[in-house]
């Protein structure tokens, strides 16, 4: 969610910059919703404010023995209006909190303006791909050759889009996370962390998956209807838990970067992608991940951003794999992102590459720490780098 001070200080100029993510933001709408609702915080106000008064004076009055019941009356005539002016504020509020949720963020000035995917710029590439001088197998015909891929006992329990990994490819799936966790926690300066794999609400509220993207989500649905697990979901990236740690809370600004990371499983519905890349691993619903994570200071957010990429072609560089590294435009970005890179690692069998690797900037998410600097705390906003 973009900045509320910001929505309502300066809409038009929030407006054209997200014109050039295709996102049309009726300001109109938004200052008839202001101006009113600044109406409603001063009548309520002050509808707070007399019958406060007026309570007083019941105890006044009756201390010098006179009629208290045409001030009760009043007073209670004014708790009705006040409770009137209450409900129709908060109805209000929360008509501007759901314009609010549905405002993607603002792109970075960099960010080359496009409307999809073609449209997306290619910064580097590293290595050359290998060529070879008989026909590439793809991944599914070796994994299932030699056994270590499964999709028909996945299938058998649980559906498609799932795998069953056995044997060498388990222990490569393994010793890649490892290998991961330790460059990022041994060189690169991250503390890895154990998050849970369920998260409540205000969680996905707080990272952007909800309200927008609920259909993307596996929720989970519990036996009695009174269970606490009716608002719990499957995560779709360790993004998620690992940003809202530090949620509500008050953050030393000595101890910026916070730099994160965590081995977890990702669920996702993949809603809306039937039918693309129905077959092996590069689409599945349930998929390994190794994330990072850094909260900076707003004015360190691009350099952060710069030096997590980095990080992460580190990995593919040892790796030895060949990539190549792509800014997306405006058109392709996720909806928190203000700036993001691909990172797109050459398939041989398919001749092309593809995107195993996203770092974005998210600038102003929904999750609202606060900066400590000295011994006072401060209201500063943070940027998230996942």
């Not at 404010?49 to 005539?77: C, F, H, M, T």
Request: glycine residues 6%; negative net charge.
């Amino acid at each position: 969610m973009l900045d509320p001070n910001l929505l309502r200080t300066e809409p038009d100029a929030v407006a054209e910059k997200l014109a050039r993510r295709g996102f049309k933001l009726d300001v109109d709408k938004l200052r008839a919703l202001e101006e009113r609702r600044k109406v409603l915080q001063v009548q309520t106000e002050n509808l707070q404010a007399e019958r406060n008064s007026r309570s007083k004076s019941i105890g006044q009055a009756k201390a010098r023995g006179e009629d208290i019941e045409p001030l009760r009356l009043e007073v209670n005539k004014l708790g009705e209006q006040l409770d009137a002016a209450k409900s129709e504020l908060e109805t209000l509020l929360a008509e501007i909190r759901d314009i609010a949720l549905a405002i993607p963020n603002i792109p970075h000035d960099d960010v080359p303006v496009g409307r999809d995917e073609n449209d997306n710029v290619e910064v580097s590439r590293w290595g050359t791909p290998r060529q070879f001088d008989f026909e590439v197998r793809d991944h599914v015909t070796l994994g299932e050759m030699h056994g270590g891929l499964d999709f028909a006992a996945a299938v058998k329990l649980t559906g498609s889009r799932f795998v069953v990994m056995k044997g060498q490819l388990a222990r490569l799936h393994r010793a890649l996370a490892q290998f991961m966790l330790d460059l990022h926690t041994e060189q690169h300066g991250y503390s890895e962390n154990y998050v849970p794999y369920l998260v409540n609400q205000d969680t996905l509220y707080g990272t952007g998956q909800l309200p927008k993207f609920a259909g993307d989500l596996f929720h989970t649905r519990p036996l009695e209807e009174e269970a606490d697990s009716s608002n719990y979901a499957l995560i779709p990236t360790a993004e998620v838990p690992l940003t809202n740690l530090v949620r509500d809370e008050i953050i030393d600004e000595d101890d910026l970067p916070i730099k994160m990371t965590a081995h977890t499983p990702c669920f996702r519905s993949e809603a809306g992608s039937y039918g693309r890349d129905t077959r092996g691993l590069i689409r599945m619903h349930q998929f390994d991940k190794v994330e990072m994570v850094q909260i900076v200071r707003p004015e360190d957010s691009m350099a952060a951003l710069e030096e997590m990429t980095g990080h992460a072609e580190k990995v593919l560089q040892l790796l030895g794999l060949p990539y190549r590294k792509v800014a997306l435009c405006t058109g392709d970005m996720g909806f928190s992102a203000c700036k993001t890179y691909d990172l797109e690692v050459w398939v041989p069998a398919q001749n092309t590459y593809r995107e195993i690797l996203l770092l974005q900037r998210l600038g102003f998410p929904r999750v609202v720490c606060r900066l400590a600097a000295a011994a006072s705390p401060i209201r500063r906003p943070v940027s998230f780098i996942p």
